[in-house]
C-alpha cells in the first residue's frame, strides 16, 4: 500500500485535544485541505470505537486545521493505486472509510462537527452522520463526484435523499455549493455559529459532562444566529427544483430543466443545466439511482450498496470515468474530461444496473458493517 | 417547527419530566423496551433477489414513485418515533379526502408519473404502468381507483371500444388529465348482470345523432367513480336500439361537464354519498334525459351505425359482440387481482413486525414475557397467511405476464384466470386483514397502523368488477363447457391446465410420511384428485339433472355446492402450479429452499383448510391428521425467517406504521403534540 506512505509520518495527520470529558480531533493535513488519508480514517475508526467505551468520554468534537473542514478523501492516493492496477487498496480504503460513516451515524454519544471552511464528499461522511453539524459563514458545502466520474458515497445517498423534496438530487447531481446558511435551512447543518464565537462555543462544550443531546444541544443553541439566505440561494427555489428534479430518469430532468430554462432565462437554471452537461453522463446516472434507492433502505444498506458501486467504479470494468475525471480536474487540470460513454442516451439500463451488483470476482465480498448494539431508527435495515 | 428544534424540544422534555437520577427506578423488563426485530432476527437468504421474483419488474421506477410520495407534503407525511409515516388523512371528510386526491393526482401528473400510460405502445410501457399503479395504491386505495378509473377503464375503453378517431382525440388529452373521464356502467337495477342494463339509445337520422335516456329509476347510473365531482366525460353504456331492434349494450362518449365543472343540460348527477371506505373517490349517480351526442361518438371498434341508421356489426353473433364489450374489465381485474396481494402484503409486515417486538405474558414467573410470535398459535394464525400471499403474489405476476401477452387465441385463459384470481385473492386479502387487525390486538384499531383501516377500503374489491361468487360461478361453468366438448369430441383436455384429466388418475398414498407431505410432485398430484373427481361429479350431476328434465341453467344453478367446490379447487391447482414454476427456474441455493418450505406451507394450509378433501375423502382422516402436524411443523420452520420473508415485499418503511417499528417511542409522551 505504497500509497498510504504519502502521507507524513512525522507529523500526526489526526490531532488530539483532552479537556475532562471531551475529545477533541483536528484533521491536521491543511496543505491538502484535510482530505482524508487512510491513515486519518483509521485513526479516527480508532479513536470513536475507544472512546465509545470510555466512560470517561462523553463528547467528541471534530474539526479541521486551517481553511478547510475536509475537502474528501484522499482521491489522488486512490487514482494513483487505480492507475497502478490496485483497486485492492482502493477497497480496503473504501470498507475503513464506509465502516467510519457508519460508526458516527450510529454513535451512541454525541458528536459535534465544526465546519468552519469546505466540507465536501468525504468531509460530508465524517460529519452529516454525527449528531450536531455546526456551520459558520466560512462553510462551504458540495458533493462534487459527479465531475469527478464518481458518485456521492459516504453515506450520502442516505442524508442527501432525507433532505427537503428533492433537493438531495439537485445537490448530488449539480455538485452545487452551498454557504453556512444553506446548509442550516436544507438540514445537512443543525446550527450556525459566526466563526468569531468558535472559540467560545468550544470553551463551553470543554465544560461539559454528559453524553445528553438537548444539554449540548441547548450549549450550541447560546451561540447560534439564525443568518439570511441569500436572495439567489437554491433554498429559494425549492419548487423548481422539486418540479425538475423529481423527474424519473436524469434525461427527463435535464428535459425539464431546459423546459424552465426557456419559459424563464434564468442564471441559476442555466448554471444547473451546464453543471449536468459537463458531469459524466454515467456518474449521474447511477448517482440518482442510489440517492432515490437509498431514500427508501437504512444507512448501513446505503453503504453496503455504495460499496457495490465505488468497487465497480474503481474496477473500471464499466467505465472509466473516474480515471478520467481525476486527469482532468485533478492532475492534468485541462477541465475537459472526455466522458465514455459521452452522453446519456449511451449509457444504457444494462450498464447502470451492474453498478449495484455485487463484484464478479470470488475474492471480492459485500461491506460487512460491525454489529451495533444501539441502532437508532435510522439505521435498521431493511430490505 | 423545523426537525432539528424539535427534536431539541422532545429531548429537552424528556429532560424536565424524567425522575431524577437518584429516584430509584424499576429496573425495566423486556417488555417495556422495544428492540428492533432486525437484532434478534437474522437472514438467511437474499430478501432483494425475493424482492425482484415478488414485485416481477419496475422495481426502479416503483421506488422513485415511493420515493415521491414520501418526499412531498400532498402525502401527508407524519412524524412518529423518529420515522415518516406516510398515509392519507381519513379523518378529514368525504369532500377533502376527494379534493386530496384529485391534488395527489395534479403532483403525479406534473412529476410525469403517468407519461406513457395511453399513447404508449410497448409492453414494456404497459408494464410500468401497473407498477405505478401498484405502488399508487400502496398509498390508497382511492388514488389508485381513481387513477384506474381515468386509464384502465375510460381510457381503456376509449383504446378498446374506440377506434382510430376516438384514439386520437381522446388518449393524449386523457394521459394529460385536460379531458377526465369516468365509466358509467353500473345501474342501480344491475350490476354484475351487464347485459340486463336499461338505459336506451336509439338514432335520429336527420341530426345524426345518438340520443341517450334513462328510462326510469332503475336505470340510474349508480357507483360511477368521478362522476360526483370531478370527471368532465363519461363512457355511458346503454342497449342500442335502432328502427325498434335492440342491438344489445353499446358504449357512447358523453360529456357530462363543462371546462368550468358546470353540469351540462341534460345530465343530472348526484352523490353516492359517504362509504365504508373508499371516500377519496366521488362515485356518483346519473341520470341521462334524452341527451343528445353526434354520431361519431359510439365507440365502433366492434359495431358502427351508418349515418342513414343502418346497423353494422363484424361479429353477427350478439353472445361474441358482447363478450368484446366486456374485455377492458379483464385489466381491472388483472389489477384488482394484484391489488388486492400488495394489501395482504402491508397487513402482514405489520403484524408479523409487531409480533417479532411485542411480548404478552411469561410462561414461567419472573420471566421474561414472551414474543407474540414465539406462540406457536400465533404463528398458525399468520405464517400459513404469508404463505399464501406468496403464492399468490407469484400467481399475480403470471396473470399479468399473460394479460401482456394478449392473444384472441388466449382471451379465455385470461378471462378465467382473472375471474379466479380476482375472487380467491380478494377473499384471500379481506381474510388476511381481519387476522393481522386481530393479531396486532388493540393496536390493530387505530387508523393510523393501516391494518384495520385497510378492511374497509379494500371490502370493495369483492363485489366490483364482477361479484366474486358470480365470478366462481363462471369458472365452474367454463369448466363444465371444457368437460363437455372434451366428451363431445372424443377430443382431450387442451388448455386451463386441465390437461391431467387426460391421463390416469393420480393416487394419494395411505402413508404421508414428511418427506411426502412435502414434495412438490403429491401436492400437484392431490390437488389434481380433488379438481378431477369435483369436475366429474359436477358434470355427472348436471347431466343428471338435464336427463330428468331440468334446463341446463337451472341445473347449473342448482349444483351450486360442487360448483362453489370446483372454483376454488381450480383456483388453488393454478396457484400452486404457478408456485412451482418460479420454484423450479431458481438457481439451488438458500432462496430456492425458502420457496420450497412457502410452497409446502401453501399447499398443505389449502389441503388442511378445505373441506373437500375429507367431505369427498381424497385424504383419509389419517391422512388428514398428518397434514395438520406438518403445517404447524412448517410453522415452527417460517417462524426464524418470518421476518427476512416481510422485508422481502420490498414495502417501504414509510408505507408501513408506527406499530411495525419503535411503536414505545412512537406513543410516548414526549410524541404528544402538547
Keep these: 500500500m505504497a500509497s498510504f506512505s504519502s502521507s507524513s509520518g512525522q507529523e500526526d495527520e489526526v490531532l488530539v485535544e483532552e479537556k475532562s470529558f471531551v475529545r477533541t480531533l483536528i484533521l491536521n493535513r491543511p496543505k491538502q485541505l484535510n482530505a482524508l488519508s487512510y491513515q486519518m480514517i483509521s485513526r479516527l475508526l480508532e479513536l470513536f470505537l475507544v472512546y465509545e467505551k470510555d466512560s470517561n468520554v462523553k463528547l467528541v468534537i471534530l474539526k479541521g486545521k486551517g481553511r478547510a473542514f475536509c475537502a474528501g478523501g484522499d482521491v489522488a492516493a486512490v487514482v494513483h493505486d487505480i492507475n497502478n492496477g490496485n483497486w485492492k487498496s482502493c477497497e480496503i480504503y473504501s470498507r475503513k472509510e464506509y465502516t467510519l460513516n457508519y460508526l458516527m451515524a450510529t454513535y451512541s454519544k454525541p458528536q459535534v462537527s465544526i465546519l468552519n471552511g469546505i466540507v465536501m464528499g468525504g468531509g460530508a461522511g465524517c460529519s452529516v452522520h454525527g449528531s450536531f453539524r455546526v456551520a459558520t459563514e466560512n462553510s462551504v458545502f458540495s458533493m462534487p463526484e459527479t465531475a469527478l466520474g464518481l458518485f456521492p458515497d459516504i453515506g450520502a445517498s442516505y442524508f442527501l435523499s432525507r433532505l427537503p423534496g428533492h433537493f438531495g438530487e439537485y445537490i448530488g447531481l449539480t455538485g452545487a455549493r452551498l454557504n453556512g446558511a444553506e446548509m442550516l435551512a436544507c438540514g445537512l447543518a443543525t446550527h450556525f455559529v459566526p466563526s468569531a464565537k468558535l472559540l467560545l462555543l468550544e470553551a463551553a462544550l470543554h465544560g461539559v ?39 424519473r430518469t436524469v434525461e427527463n430532468i435535464l428535459g425539464a430543466l431546459e423546459r424552465e430554462a426557456t419559459n424563464k432565462a434564468d442564471d441559476w437554471i442555466l448554471a444547473s443545466i451546464q453543471s449536468l452537461k459537463k458531469a459524466s453522463p454515467t456518474s449521474l446516472k447511477i448517482s440518482l439511482i442510489s440517492i432515490r434507492e437509498g431514500r427508501l433502505q437504512g444507512v448501513g444498506q446505503c453503504l453496503v450498496q455504495e460499496y457495490r458501486m465505488a468497487c465497480h467504479v474503481m474496477r473500471g470494468e464499466i467505465s472509466k470515468d473516474f480515471v478520467e475525471g481525476c486527469r482532468a480536474i485533478l492532475l492534468d487540470k485541462d477541465k475537459n474530461p472526455k466522458w465514455d460513454p459521452p452522453r446519456l442516451e449511451l449509457v444504457s439500463d444494462k450498464m447502470v444496473d451492474k453498478y449495484f451488483s455485487k463484484v464478479d470476482d470470488e475474492h471480492w465480498e459485500d461491506l460487512k458493517l460491525p454489529p451495533r448494539s444501539n441502532l437508532p431508527a435510522s439505521a435498521i435495515a431493511k430490505l | 417547527m423545523d426537525r432539528v428544534s424539535w427534536r431539541t424540544q422532545v429531548l429537552k422534555n424528556h429532560l424536565t419530566q424524567a425522575p431524577s437520577p437518584e429516584t430509584p427506578s424499576l429496573s425495566p423488563t423486556p417488555c417495556l423496551n422495544y428492540s428492533p426485530p432486525e437484532l434478534a432476527e437474522s437472514t438467511h437468504f437474499d430478501t432483494s433477489e425475493m424482492r425482484k421474483l415478488l414485485d416481477g419488474h419496475n422495481l426502479q421506477e416503483r421506488d422513485w414513485l415511493y420515493g415521491l410520495m414520501i418526499q412531498s407534503k400532498l402525502f401527508n407525511p407524519r412524524r412518529l418515533g423518529g420515522r415518516v409515516f406516510v398515509s392519507p388523512d381519513y379523518n378529514q371528510s368525504m369532500e377533502q379526502q376527494r379534493e386530496m386526491t384529485m391534488k395527489r393526482i395534479d403532483y403525479l401528473l406534473e412529476t410525469g408519473v403517468f407519461e406513457g400510460w395511453l399513447t404508449g405502445k410497448t409492453v414494456e410501457e404497459e408494464l410500468r404502468k401497473f407498477a405505478l399503479l401498484e405502488v399508487a395504491g400502496m398509498f390508497d ?393 369435483l369436475l366429474n361429479c359436477f358434470a355427472e350431476e348436471i347431466l343428471q339433472r338435464q336427463a330428468r328434465g331440468e334446463m341446463k341453467e337451472h341445473a347449473l344453478l342448482s349444483s351450486y355446492q360442487l360448483a362453489e367446490d370446483l372454483g376454488q379447487a381450480f383456483s388453488e391447482r393454478c396457484v400452486l402450479e404457478n408456485f412451482l414454476e418460479v420454484e423450479e427456474n431458481s438457481p439451488a441455493g438458500s432462496l430456492k429452499d425458502m420457496l420450497a418450505l412457502l410452497r409446502s406451507m401453501y399447499a398443505l394450509t389449502c389441503m388442511e383448510e378445505d373441506a373437500s378433501f375429507l367431505r369427498y375423502g381424497y385424504l383419509s382422516t389419517e391422512n388428514a391428521a398428518a397434514v395438520r402436524k406438518e403445517v404447524a411443523i412448517l410453522c415452527s420452520e417460517l417462524r426464524p425467517h418470518a421476518l427476512a420473508l416481510v422485508s422481502s415485499f420490498g414495502i417501504p418503511d414509510a408505507f408501513l406504521s408506527p406499530i411495525a417499528f419503535n411503536w414505545v417511542d412512537a406513543n410516548s409522551w414526549s410524541s404528544v403534540q402538547h
Design chain 2, 141 to 533: 386505495h382511492s388514488l389508485a381507483i381513481k387513477l384506474g378509473v381515468q386509464f384502465f377503464l375510460w381510457g381503456g375503453a376509449i383504446q378498446f371500444f374506440g377506434t382510430e378517431r376516438h384514439h386520437v382525440k381522446w388518449l393524449r388529452d386523457t394521459e394529460n388529465y385536460v379531458v377526465k373521464g369516468c365509466f358509467a356502467m353500473t345501474e342501480l337495477g344491475h350490476g354484475s348482470n351487464v347485459r340486463g342494463i336499461e338505459t336506451v339509445t336509439t338514432y335520429d337520422q336527420r341530426a345524426r345523432e345518438f340520443i341517450i335516456n334513462t328510462p326510469w329509476e332503475s336505470a340510474q347510473k349508480y357507483w360511477i367513480g368521478g362522476a360526483a365531482n370531478h370527471a368532465t366525460h363519461t363512457v355511458a353504456f346503454s342497449q342500442l336500439n335502432i328502427n325498434g331492434i335492440n342491438q344489445g349494450v353499446h358504449a357512447f362518449i358523453v360529456q357530462i361537464r363543462d371546462a368550468d365543472g358546470n353540469i351540462c343540460p341534460n345530465i343530472r348527477i348526484a352523490d353516492c354519498g359517504h362509504k365504508i371506505g373508499l371516500n377519496g373517490i366521488d362515485n356518483g349517480r346519473i341520470w341521462f334525459d334524452n341527451v343528445r351526442i353526434p354520431r361519431e361518438n359510439l365507440l365502433n371498434s366492434v359495431a358502427d351505425v351508418s349515418p342513414d341508421g343502418e346497423y353494422l356489426s363484424a361479429i353477427k353473433d350478439r353472445d361474441q359482440r358482447f363478450a368484446a364489450f366486456l374485455a377492458p374489465l379483464t385489466a381491472g381485474r388483472v389489477n384488482i387481482a394484484v391489488s388486492a396481494i400488495y394489501s395482504a402484503k402491508i397487513g402482514l409486515a405489520i403484524a408479523i413486525r409487531y409480533a417479532l417486538s411485542r411480548r404478552a405474558f411469561s410462561i414461567a414467573p419472573n420471566q421474561p414475557e414472551v414474543l407474540l410470535l414465539d406462540y406457536p398459535s400465533h404463528q398458525r394464525r399468520l405464517l400459513p397467511l404469508l404463505a399464501k400471499t406468496y403464492a399468490m403474489s407469484f400467481s399475480a405476476n403470471h396473470l399479468k405476464m399473460i394479460y401482456m401477452k394478449r392473444t384472441p387465441e388466449l382471451n379465455k385463459t385470461i378471462h378465467i384466470l382473472s375471474s379466479a384470481f380476482k375472487a380467491s385473492f380478494t377473499w384471500h386479502n379481506m381474510r388476511t386483514l381481519q387476522e393481522c387487525r386481530e393479531a396486532c390486538g388493540g393496536q390493530g384499531l387505530k387508523t393510523e397502523n393501516r391494518v384495520g383501516h385497510l378492511k374497509s377500503e379494500k371490502d370493495v374489491q369483492s363485489t366490483f368488477e364482477g361479484d366474486n361468487n358470480v365470478l366462481m360461478q363462471q369458472i365452474s361453468k367454463t369448466l363444465f363447457a371444457e368437460y363437455l366438448a372434451a366428451q363431445k369430441r372424443k377430443k382431450p383436455f387442451n388448455g386451463l391446465g386441465l390437461e391431467h384429466m387426460n391421463g390416469p388418475c393420480s393416487v394419494i398414498p395411505q402413508q404421508l410420511p414428511s418427506t411426502v407431505l412435502r414434495s412438490g410432485h403429491f401436492q400437484v398430484d392431490a390437488f389434481h384428485v380433488r379438481e378431477r373427481d
Design chain 1, 209 to 247: 459532562d454528559s453524553s445528553d443531546q438537548a444539554i449540548i444541544a441547548a450549549i450550541i443553541g447560546e451561540y447560534s444566529e439564525l443568518p439570511m439566505l441569500k436572495e439567489q440561494s437554491a433554498n429559494h427555489r425549492l419548487d423548481v427544483i422539486n418540479r425538475c428534479f423529481s423527474r
